[in-house]
């Protein structure tokens, strides 16, 4: 869990501005663990936070990407 509700909010607004300021950006757990150096339970709650509230989704290959950018066939 994380230490306090203003870093969880902070870390929210930071990552959904990343996945805005690069669209078609999809990375993995690992990758996002590294790029905003959190834990893996951090960086597990935040993309699933911004999985339900529809901003994000896993693609095929279990890759968060920006349900903006999502291809459709």
Known sequence: MMATVTSAQSYFAIIRSEFNEMPGMRLTLAQARRLWS??????????????????LIRDEHGRYVRRADRVTR
């Open 38 to 55: 959190l834990s893996l339970e951090e960086c597990e709650e935040l993309l699933e936070r911004l999985v339900r509230a529809e901003f």
